[in-house]
């Protein structure tokens, strides 16, 4: 790799880490699976970086009262590999399988990719369904932003200048509840051409609960809540994933088309919601 | 002193590991980035953005002024030298002065502009980011049948029409064929441009002496001793001072047998400089600057009895060249030309080829280099005919293979197939997959919608190039075998190898030849001061060529070894066999090693006998030899989505007699996955504008483990009668065989929606399309 001349600090503290980005201007560096590539090519030039790798605290996945709390630096491994996560949000694990390849799930973090926010990313779409939140601190705030607020546009998230995402904080699953990632990944990049992430419960044979995230399609992940809300008023299937990616400009590329997209969104969303009604007992 | 140590049983067949990989697979192995050589500059390439333009000005003067830069040199520094080579000859070929960096106009998204160099490489990226050239951008052509049209832009301005050349065959009486024809099939069939994506990407460390007027190399190379006697020419430097070397080379595929403007601009800078100076290509160059593949649009038109008898085959090419002729752009066409009757019995063929330059990166021998597009077309056609006949495609293709006794098989483009037995491959192919019952399958399947696809492909292709009048820098290779005085055997090989294994291989050949133990035996290869002179490994030519050169300079080493037994064992007539000389009368023998020590002690020579044990043969082949196979592949396609799955991939590859199956294996495996990616996912999309879409991996998609079928390899054997080890090469077949059994099972599962032809590559949303027009592309 031959980027740019940068500077390059490793704090030992978060305290010293906020300190450092608290003007805006530098970069975090955690697994650098995108930074590190796009430096690579000179198309990010950042002046000064700051590598999380030596902060510790960081990358702890614990359960508290109900609630998964997944420190930033947590890498796609620990993800898709720790049995906390396994038992308690298989979901989020399933989905951790499907980022990249080994080498860039032993390095690359949940922090790092939510930050980045790629519109083609996999954890977007499981932290929609999961109704996941996100803890961000800064050298003056401390705050939580739901998902669903977070994810703003493509590579583009709630992220104040001198923000750092310290934790994601996942409700633990109940136990009887029936989940699925199914994606469709791009042949060269590995990226989702689209993913639906889905979550069913039921009760008394119905659904009393369904949430789908999609990414892929557009600029950012969304929530399929129409199609969430029609399952949950006992609508069949192909009539709720009929209306997932409705009204959403869709991406278009060499590889797929925005009118091919959104079909297989649709397809893919009933696979999910497919297997998801399976395992939800 | 060490000796000899008698060997148990004989290598050759047997799956013996590769040697080659102990230092492969622990990192110690020395590629080209690997060498640093003491004050060593490093170069970086400054690049044009744009397809096809106008250079109104360089500046180099802020560049210069950055720290560690030693000098910048463009366009005009290197006017007067000459162009980047290509060897291949065709009648009133147009030949582009192609100077290693642009002079006015650059005609390529990479085209080189300056070259600066610095101490270290990250300073030259930066010094390179810093010069500043301005454009007047040009309109720019890259698709080649545009590129034909009136009115297109031209890529070079004196030659309007954008024509290199044009290239006809002709074989039997082709009109005759076409009245006699109870069927006609026309079908436009492209191989979409790919790249050929080696591992390690190209690079050249040059190194100038100028006290001693002499060169040293080193270059990620294919074919050392051609890259040699080409810059010899360029820069006027005698060959027996020039060095070159190509160290452990991650891949080529045909795309590292060009000498390219950075091996000559690196060997301008060092002579300049007087410092030895380092270019490394990076991956985004490697898509912009190193040669591409295919770039076939091809049509053709099949002649054919109701019976299926095939008549006769027309075909007009069209070949995208790019923007320039690297060293074999122009000639590889013609080796469709020559294959393309494929396995059938045609007597009358008739092609045209038009050679359109585009603003893209030159074409040239990409894994298969003009053999794939044949069989691909050819193959695809068998299927249409069969299609219109409504006869079975694996009986069409029986129906015209020549039989076994009819070899050496004349072919209507002037061949003469070696050897051969075309059913045995197709029909083991289909009992494998019990070609009945999944017919069966199929019908069934489609009466619930389910969509499954059984293709075959018959290929065979050219290997093993040449005989020399067939070849453009000649087409022999050379070995030389030395028995050390302590028994040990090295063995220089001409063919310049690049992960085949013939480290492997030759030394199992010699081991059986010579009875010793293959850890006796050191294979070296790829530098022109150590090997005798040599052409390179391409083509499938490394062991059916320099195999045999192999062979013969044992023999040569034997029958001295069998002088100095005799005079050892005072017998008149000695055996050589189990590492020694035996004398048959008394059943006196004396070890290999015994031999060898007399060999250079000298005390008694045999009558007529030089001392020593060295021999060097330049072995020139007879004829090509004729590979051949079949490849059956089952598809499921996903009628919601498009998706393909394959269910099966059986190939069955006749290469002759097998030296390694284990490698052997290998390059089935390899060649099958280039071939898949072809067949599926790759393309090189150039836009409107000359533009790179498909530049860097995260969008050109070349397979990946994960993404390859269980791949059923099995072999019939057919021995070569042109080479002494009855071997035919197999570099290629993988990838020749694939493609079309992959799109003809595709479009089998397709068939009874209408469908009759699909192109490369397979992707998911164009089969979607097609199913969901209900079969109407």
Redesign the interface.
């Given at each position: 790799m031959?980027?740019?001349?940068f500077d390059y600090e490793a704090p030992t503290s978060l305290q010293e880490t906020l300190q450092l980005i608290a003007s805006g201007e530098r970069k975090l560096l955690a697994g650098g699976m995108s930074l590190i590539p796009m430096m690579k090519?000179?198309l990010a030039t950042p002046d000064s970086l700051v590598d999380l790798g030596r902060v510790p605290g960081l990358n702890h996945i614990v359960e508290s009262s109900g609630t998964l709390q997944i420190g930033a630096t947590a890498t796609h491994h620990d993800i898709e590999t720790f049995p906390l996560i396994r038992g308690r949000c298989p979901l989020l694990a399933e989905a951790a399988s499907h980022i990249g390849?080994v080498q860039v799930r032993n390095r690359g973090t949940i922090g790092g990719s939510i930050a980045h926010a790629d519109p083609a990313a996999d954890y977007p779409a499981a932290l929609l369904a999961l109704e996941a939140q996100i803890r961000l601190v800064s050298a003056s705030s401390d705050r939580i932003v739901p998902a669903v607020e977070f994810f703003l546009d493509a590579f583009t998230t709630a992220l104040e200048p001198g923000e750092i995402v310290v934790e994601v904080l996942v409700p633990a699953e109940p136990g009887a509840e029936g989940y699925s990632y199914e994606k469709?990944p791009?042949?060269?990049?590995g990226?989702a051409i689209v993913g639906v992430a889905a979550r069913i419960q039921r009760s008394g044979g119905k659904i009393s609960l369904a949430r789908i995230g999609v990414t892929g399609l557009g600029a950012r992940a969304f929530r399929a809540m129409e199609a969430e809300r029609l399952l949950e008023s006992g609508s069949s299937l192909d009539q709720a994933v009929a209306t997932v990616g409705e009204g959403e400009d869709a991406n278009s590329d060499?590889?797929?088309?925005a009118e091919?997209r959104k079909?297989?969104a649709r397809?893919r969303a009933k696979r999910a919601l497919e297997v998801a009604l399976r395992r939800a007992s | 002193m060490a000796t000899t140590t008698v060997k148990p049983e004989t290598l050759v067949g047997k799956k013996v590991r590769r040697r080659e990989d102990p230092r492969l697979i622990t990192g110690t192995a020395t590629y080209l980035d690997d060498i640093k050589l003491p004050g060593m500059y490093h170069a970086c390439v400054v690049r044009s953005p744009y397809g096809a333009a106008r250079i109104k000005s360089v500046n180099i003067k802020p560049a210069l002024e950055l720290p560690g830069v030693a000098a910048i040199f463009t366009g005009d520094d290197v006017k007067d030298l000459p162009s980047v080579p290509c060897v291949a000859q065709l009648p009133g070929l147009r030949m582009p002065h192609h100077h290693m960096l642009a002079q006015d106009r650059v005609y390529f998204v990479g085209h080189p502009i300056a070259v600066v160099v610095a101490r270290d490489r990250y300073l030259a990226a930066d010094a390179a980011d810093a010069v500043e050239v301005e454009y007047e951008e040009l309109p720019a052509v890259a698709d080649p049948e545009k590129a034909l049209a009136p009115g297109s832009p031209a890529v070079h301005p004196q030659w309007p029409d954008n024509t290199a050349f044009t290239f006809h065959q002709e074989g039997g009486h082709i009109e005759e064929a076409f009245r006699e024809a109870d069927v006609i099939v026309k079908q436009r069939i492209t191989s979409q441009r790919l790249i050929p994506m080696a591992m390690e990407t190209r690079g050249v460390v040059a190194d100038w002496h100028a006290a001693e007027k002499s060169l040293t190399l080193y270059s990620s190379s294919q074919a050392p001793h051609l890259l040699r006697s080409l810059l010899a020419g360029i820069f006027g430097i005698p060959e027996n001072r020039l060095r070159v070397v190509a160290p452990e080379v991650g891949g080529g595929f045909g795309s590292k047998i060009d000498i390219y403007a950075e091996d000559m601009l690196m060997t301008f800078v060092t002579q300049r400089l007087n410092k030895p100076v380092k270019w490394v290509e990076s991956r985004r160059e490697n898509f912009l600057g190193t040669i591409h593949g295919r770039g076939h649009v091809d049509y053709y038109e099949l002649a054919a009895k109701r019976d299926g008898t095939m008549l006769g085959l027309k075909l007009k090419i069209i070949q995208d060249l790019g923007a320039y002729l690297q060293l074999l752009t122009p000639a590889i066409p013609t080796l469709s030309v020559l294959m393309m009757p494929g396995l059938y019995k045609f007597k009358h063929i008739s092609a045209d080829v038009i050679g359109a330059f585009t603003n893209c990166f030159p074409t040239d021998a990409y894994r298969g280099a003009g053999r794939p597009e044949a069989t691909h077309g050819i193959e695809r056609m068998v299927d249409i005919l069969a299609a219109e006949l409504k006869m079975d495609p694996a009986e069409l293709r029986l129906k015209n293979f020549p039989a076994p006794e009819e070899f050496p098989f004349p072919t209507a483009t002037g061949l003469a197939y070696d050897s051969g037995n075309y059913a045995l491959p197709l029909k083991t192919a289909l009992a494998e997959v019990e070609y009945d019952k999944l017919r069966e399958e199929q019908k069934q399947g489609r009466q619930t919608g389910k969509l499954l696809g059984i293709g075959m492909s018959a290929y065979g292709e050219i290997c093993a190039f040449g005989p020399s009048p067939a070849t453009p820098t000649g087409g022999w290779e050379s070995a030389t075998v030395k028995i050390e005085p302590s028994g040990k055997v090295t063995i220089l090989t001409g063919a310049s190898p690049h992960g085949q294994g013939e480290e492997t291989t030759f030394a199992q050949i010699a081991a059986d030849e010579l009875g010793v133990n293959i850890d006796d035996i050191v294979v070296y290869h790829g530098d022109t001061q150590l090997v005798q002179y040599g052409i390179g490994t391409f083509g499938s030519r490394g062991t059916a060529i320099g195999g045999a050169a192999l062979y013969y300079a044992l023999q040569e080493l034997k029958e001295k070894i069998k002088k100095f037994g005799a005079t050892l064992l005072e017998a008149n007539q000695v055996s050589l066999s189990g590492g020694a000389c035996i004398d048959e009368k008394s059943g006196k023998s004396v070890s290999f090693a015994e031999i060898a020590a007399a060999a250079y002690r000298a005390l008694k020579l045999p009558p007529n006998t030089q001392p020593g044990l060295v021999a060097t043969h330049f072995w020139e082949p007879p004829n090509f030899t004729f590979p051949f196979g079949a490849h059956v592949v089952i598809t499921e396609v996903d009628r919601e989505t498009g998706e393909i799955a394959i269910r099966r991939y059986v190939a069955v590859d006749d290469c002759g007699k097998i030296i390694n199956p284990l490698l052997v294996a290998g390059q089935v495996h390899g060649g099958v996955a280039q071939g898949l990616g072809q067949a599926l996912w790759e393309q090189a999309v150039y836009d409107d504008n000359g533009q790179l879409l498909t530049g860097e991996l995260t969008d050109y998609a070349v397979p990946r483990a994960h993404m390859m079928p269980w791949i059923e390899a099995s072999h019939t054997v057919t021995p070569s009668p042109v080479n002494p080890l009855g071997v035919k090469g197999v570099g290629e077949a993988g990838t020749i065989g694939c493609s079309p059994a992959v799109v003809n099972s595709v479009v089998d599962a397709l068939s009874h929606l209408g469908v009759r032809h699909l192109d490369m590559p397979l992707t998911p949303e164009k089969i979607w399309r097609i199913v969901q027009a209900g079969g109407q592309a």
């Open positions: 031959i980027p740019r001349e090519l000179r390849d469709a791009h042949p060269a990049s990226f060499l590889y797929a088309s091919y079909h297989l397809v | -």
